[in-house]
């Protein structure tokens, strides 16, 4: 175990491991005490530059900021539950007019949950029930959620499902991965190209009738599977694909969405709309929140269909609220910033990426950026034992990092981190990869 986990840290572990069901914590020990900005503390009171936004949580920085804050103190005062599934109740209105505002003109209704994976269970119900059809299509490598419905769309590692199964009603097809590609073919349009006529030959073809799958779910850019970014004409390849048979794309941006790439859906980024977004984790500037945004077009739904309980909570809607209201008043700030620092981590990764053998690739778009270890360039053998000693060197260091796919690190700062932070940061990072270079030898 690492050295820092000294004193009042270890015995919180020792204590967890007694009480807790495990969850997914294989990587460094860091118990979470305090939050502010750019920085976390552990409970022995070491400060750690934050490049892991809490798993995509803290976008406008650790513990969001003063005014997400004095919104959810407020709103606790008044009232935290409102029944909002039952009764009326008048701030997730204006939150959810605040949020389609966000969204291509006149797009449509919103329903709230408390997190990713009921957000997308919610968007597999709907699918359904608009388009009357069973089957679904996601892709590999994709991650959606965790509960029965969300896991059949799931398919990064056979240890998310061993036991859980079966799930039936989903095929899952290939995502365009530019440096792996699944298919066999470099050049990104073709990858791109094979994946859609892998879905028209193989899937369509042999498996399931076009006119009997509801929705084709993806993440714009993959995350837990390896922060994998498509080709940029995969998702128009996909739309014209969809409309052709009428089957609706549904646009996961649970990790994506939310300024992370600049741009508040990602899926602009691809120049396309979906039928159906989810949204989770950033939406609720920390609070628990799942919303699923579904096209005018689609129409509602038959009374007592879907509902919750904790939908529309109040606490968390003030928070998602003063958050959004927050990114309002400074999207064109937050657009620039996103692209100055991505473009700044970007550049010091390409250079990491020509000094050493370690780094096999570098991609993203904004502030989502991965970075993928290799044992050689040439194999692209995945450098795993690698990679956990680059996140717990760096953790050594002061710094917070998450591992996804099979051999990456995120690069997933909260996007108002300081140019000062995001520099030292890099150092550490830098630094760790120089060591774990030197052991491939
Ligand atoms: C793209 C994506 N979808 C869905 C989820 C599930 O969200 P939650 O953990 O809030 O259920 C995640 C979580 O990491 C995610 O990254």
């Not at 495990?22 to 990587?27: G, I, M, V, Y």
């Given at each position: 175990?690492?050295?820092?986990?000294?004193?009042?840290?270890?015995?919180?572990?020792?204590?967890?491991?007694?009480?807790?069901?495990?969850?997914?914590?294989?990587?460094?020990?860091?118990?979470?005490?305090?939050?502010?900005?750019?920085?976390?503390?552990?409970?022995?009171?070491?400060?750690?530059?934050?490049?892991?936004?809490?798993?995509?949580?803290?976008?406008?920085?650790?513990?969001?900021?003063?005014?997400?804050?004095?919104?959810?103190?407020?709103?606790?005062?008044?009232?935290?539950?409102s029944a909002f599934t039952d009764f009326y109740s008048e701030p997730p209105v204006t939150f959810t007019e605040k949020l389609l505002a966000m969204f291509p003109k006149g797009f449509g209704r919103a329903f709230f949950s408390n997190s990713g994976t009921e957000a997308n269970e919610a968007a597999i119900k709907l699918s359904r029930l608009y388009t009357k059809r069973p089957y679904l299509i996601s892709f590999y490598n994709a991650f959606h959620g965790r509960t029965m419905g969300s896991l059949g769309l799931t398919a990064s590692k056979p240890i998310q499902k061993e036991h859980f199964g079966p799930f039936s009603g989903v095929v899952q097809a290939h995502f365009p991965s530019p440096y792996r590609c699944e298919l066999n073919h470099d050049h990104n349009h073709d990858c791109a190209t094979a994946c859609i006529d892998y879905i028209k030959r193989n899937i369509f073809g042999k498996i399931v009738p076009a006119k009997e799958v509801a929705a084709i779910f993806f993440e714009p850019?993959?995350?837990?599977?390896?922060?994998?970014?498509?080709?940029?004409?995969?998702?128009?390849?996909?739309?014209?694909?969809?409309?052709?048979?009428?089957?609706?794309?549904?646009?996961?941006?649970?990790?994506?969405?939310?300024?992370?790439?600049?741009?508040?859906?990602?899926?602009?980024?691809?120049?396309?709309?979906?039928?159906?977004?989810?949204?989770?984790?950033?939406?609720?500037?920390?609070?628990?929140?799942?919303?699923?945004?579904?096209?005018?077009?689609?129409?509602?739904?038959?009374?007592g269909a879907h509902a919750n309980t904790f939908g529309g909570n109040l606490v968390s809607i003030a928070a998602a609220n003063a958050s959004l209201d927050y990114v309002i008043k400074n999207k064109k700030g937050l657009e620039a910033q996103v692209a100055a620092k991505g473009k700044y981590v970007m550049k010091r990764l390409s250079e990491l990426k020509e000094d050493y053998e370690i780094v096999g690739d570098v991609r993203g778009i904004g502030l989502m950026i991965g970075a993928e270890l290799v044992k050689s360039k040439r194999t692209k053998e995945y450098a795993i034992k690698e990679r956990a000693k680059v996140l717990d060197e760096c953790f050594t260091n002061g710094l917070l990092l998450l591992p996804c796919g099979t051999s990456t690190i995120r690069i997933i700062p909260p996007i108002t981190i300081s140019k000062a932070s995001l520099e030292k940061g890099m150092d550490i990072f830098e630094g760790a990869i120089r060591s774990a270079n030197k052991d491939l030898r």
């Open positions: 175990m690492c050295a820092k986990v000294e004193g009042k840290a270890r015995k919180v572990i020792e204590r967890d491991s007694k009480v807790m069901i495990n969850t997914t914590r294989e990587h460094y020990p860091f118990v979470a005490e305090k939050g502010d900005g750019d920085f976390a503390y552990d409970i022995s009171g070491e400060k750690l530059i934050d490049f892991s936004s809490f798993i995509g949580v803290y976008t406008l920085g650790v513990n969001s900021n003063e005014s997400i804050r004095k919104a959810i103190h407020s709103q606790v005062d008044r009232l935290m539950h850019i993959q995350g837990e599977g390896g922060y994998i970014v498509p080709p940029k004409d995969f998702f128009r390849q996909l739309r014209e694909l969809a409309d052709e048979h009428q089957i609706l794309l549904v646009s996961d941006e649970i990790q994506a969405g939310y300024m992370r790439t600049g741009k508040f859906l990602a899926l602009d980024n691809f120049g396309v709309q979906a039928d159906i977004y989810t949204m989770a984790k950033a939406l609720g500037g920390g609070l628990p929140i799942g919303a699923t945004i579904t096209r005018h077009s689609l129409g509602n739904i038959p009374n």
